[in-house]
Structures are given as structure tokens and as C-alpha cells.
């Protein structure tokens, strides 16, 4: 797609911050006729250039836990290990670095099932050289919270509250979604922006209990709306996955300055370790980044490794570095 105008901007990065956004509130915060903003924000979707879904935590609702996948690969494999590792229901993204000939995917697993994963489904692929898992104990920010500089922090809080990102890494020790929640995730999953009308007449339940549900599944960590974007698109080609050594008891407070910056898209924490996803306009602006986190007190070591291709974003499959309908 074309590069988006500052309006085209504006309107994504509000979709980033709120999916299901109505265009009349979007209007009201940019200060723009809804026709308008309601015109623009339709072509970007038509266009691909935002996805509007739902992800179901994995582990809110069931005994799976977060990780993070770094497999080194031949470089003749590479681009097969990432489709791989694309295609297994566990992950929920999946990319591969250009520093090293290396996958990296974000991974949901029950722990009675890393052994199977690991050392049979894995260790079967052609061309995997090594591997390292590491548990995610803690989220200060998933794409869901993003805030890039295209909006003020106002109009990023008028358009909806900022989101606590802990909760998707915590156990909420419920049981799994009843087939009425289920099916509502799954709609929402196919469409994110679908109205309450349209979702209460798919499940032939009352508009009431639509919006409840919702409500909780949202409020709760188990299901969070998120925009997947046409980052180029949307003026923010590059992306790296950062990895911060702490010393001490400082990675909390890392976390949470990490998670502040406006390029984080996500960050979390496994001990000491911590990882994050960025995406800035150039490359030239990942050197101040790292050199920033590299001076602050209690930063063991910083590094940066630039995304070569992605082949999964919030469950959504890539092809090509495109993403493709199911159908096609």
C-alpha cells in the first residue's frame, strides 16, 4: 500500500489504541468531520492496511504459559523454520532476524507439552541448528497499549484507557470459555470492529448479553482487540526485537521504562532477561535507543536485532512478508 497521509495516520494510530472504536468518537478526538474519518477509516481496512481482531490469552483460560522461541537455523532453512513455526497453533507471531540466522516466535505451551514440542515436532524440521526457550513471567506492554508519536497522550487516553499489560501474562485460574463466549471470540476474531447488533444476531442472544460479555472478556485479560498494521504503511518500517541484560532488582523498573517509550510495541521480562519489540521510522534511530538503554543504571548489556520478515502477527499468517486470507 501507498504511503498513508497524516490524516490516514492519525486515524490507524486510533485503531491501534481502540478497534472498536466508533468513527464518531475518532471524529470528536481528531478533530475531523466523521464522513470524513469514517470514509478514510473504511479504505484502510478494505485496503488491508489495519486488521482489526480479537486474541484469546491463552493463558487466561487454560494451563499454557508464555514464551519466547529463538531457533538458530542453516540459512538455507530459515525462511522454512519461521513458515514452520507460523503454521503450529501455539504461536502467536512469528519473525525472522536479520542479525543472526535466527527465528524468533512469541509461544503459548503447557509445560507437560515442551518435551513434545521441543524434541520431536521441533527437532524433526530441517535445518535447526540450536534452540532457546524462555518463559515470559512478565508483560509491561503488548501491542494492544502501543503509542507511537502520531497522537498526543490526550487524545491516546480520550480514546480509550491505557492497558495493563500484566494481564497477559497472568493466570486468571478461570475455566475455559463457554461455547457462547467461545463463539463471540471467534466472530470478533474474523472481524474486530463487528457491532453489537451484528454479534448478538450471529449467537441469537440479546445485545445486553453481547456487550457484558465483551466487557468482562476485555476488562479481564482474556481477550484483547488488537489492530494489526501495515507498519511501512503506516511510517514505521522497522522493527527490532531489543534484549536487556539487568543486574540487580532493576528489571521491573526497566520494564516499565521500556514499555513507556513510544516506538515499544511490547515488552516483558523472564528474571533478569529482558525483550522487546520496537518499531521507528529509520534505521539510523535504533543507535540513540540502544545507546540510551545501554547508559541507564542497572543495564548489564543492550542489543538490537532488526526484522528481516515477518510470517505471523496476532495469529494472523504471512506470506511473502503479506498477509493472506485463510482462503487463500
Same mark, same amino acid.
Given at each position: 500500500? !501507498? +504511503?498513508?497521509?497524516?490524516?490516514?495516520?492519525?486515524?490507524?494510530?486510533?485503531? @491501534?489504541?481502540?478497534?472498536?472504536?466508533?468513527?464518531?468518537?475518532?471524529?470528536? $478526538?481528531?478533530?475531523?468531520? !466523521?464522513?470524513?474519518?469514517?470514509?478514510?477509516?473504511?479504505?484502510?481496512?478494505? %485496503?488491508?492496511?489495519v486488521r482489526i481482531n480479537a486474541f484469546v490469552n491463552p493463558v487466561a483460560v487454560s494451563s499454557r504459559t508464555a514464551f519466547l522461541l529463538r531457533v538458530q537455523a542453516t540459512p538455507r532453512e530459515l525462511r522454512n523454520v519461521c513458515s514452520w513455526l507460523a503454521d503450529q497453533d501455539e504461536s502467536s507471531w512469528v519473525s525472522a532476524l536479520s542479525g543472526a540466522n535466527e527465528a524468533v516466535a512469541g509461544m503459548f505451551l503447557a509445560p507437560d507439552g515442551l518435551g513434545e514440542l521441543?524434541?520431536?515436532?521441533?527437532?524433526? @524440521? &530441517?535445518?535447526? +541448528?540450536?534452540?532457546?526457550?524462555?518463559?515470559?513471567? &512478565?508483560?509491561?506492554? *503488548?501491542? %494492544?497499549?502501543?503509542?507511537? &508519536?502520531?497522537? *498526543?497522550? +490526550?487524545?491516546?487516553?480520550a480514546l480509550h484507557s491505557d492497558e495493563d499489560g500484566r494481564l497477559a501474562g497472568k493466570a486468571s485460574g478461570r475455566p475455559p470459555l463457554d461455547e457462547t463466549s467461545r463463539m463471540l471470540a471467534m466472530l470478533l476474531h474474523g472481524n474486530g470492529r463487528a457491532t453489537l447488533d451484528e454479534l448478538a444476531s450471529e449467537l441469537s442472544v440479546s445485545k445486553a448479553t453481547v456487550s457484558r460479555r465483551l466487557d468482562f472478556m476485555t476488562s479481564t485479560g482474556i481477550v484483547f482487540i488488537r489492530a494489526v498494521v501495515d507498519l511501512v504503511a503506516f511510517g514505521f518500517p522497522v522493527e527490532s526485537l531489543l534484549t536487556v541484560t539487568c543486574s540487580g532488582s532493576s528489571s521491573t523498573t526497566m520494564g516499565e521504562y521500556i514499555a513507556g517509550l513510544p516506538v515499544t510495541r511490547w515488552a516483558a521480562a523472564s528474571g533478569d532477561q529482558l525483550?522487546?519489540? $520496537?518499531?521507528? *521510522?529509520?534505521? !539510523?534511530?535504533?543507535?540513540?535507543?540502544?545507546?540510551?538503554?545501554?547508559?541507564? &543504571?542497572? @543495564?548489564?548489556?543492550?542489543?538490537?536485532s532488526v526484522y528481516a520478515e515477518v510470517f505471523k502477527r496476532s495469529t494472523l499468517r504471512y506470506y511473502d512478508g503479506m498477509f493472506q486470507e485463510p482462503s487463500q
Open positions: 500500500m !501507498e +504511503q498513508l497521509d497524516s490524516l490516514d495516520r492519525q486515524i490507524m494510530a486510533a485503531l @491501534v489504541r481502540n478497534g472498536r472504536a466508533p468513527w464518531r468518537l475518532i471524529a470528536e $478526538v481528531l478533530g475531523q468531520q !466523521e464522513r470524513t474519518v469514517a470514509r478514510r477509516g473504511n479504505k484502510l481496512l478494505e %485496503s488491508g492496511a521441543l524434541y520431536q515436532r521441533l527437532a524433526a @524440521v &530441517d535445518g535447526i +541448528q540450536s534452540f532457546n526457550l524462555m518463559p515470559l513471567f &512478565d508483560y509491561f506492554r *503488548t501491542p %494492544s497499549g502501543w503509542m507511537p &508519536d502520531v497522537l *498526543t497522550k +490526550q487524545q491516546y487516553a525483550v522487546a519489540q $520496537v518499531a521507528v *521510522t529509520a534505521l !539510523e534511530d535504533l543507535g540513540p535507543l540502544l545507546a540510551d538503554l545501554q547508559n541507564r &543504571d542497572g @543495564v548489564a548489556a543492550a542489543r538490537s
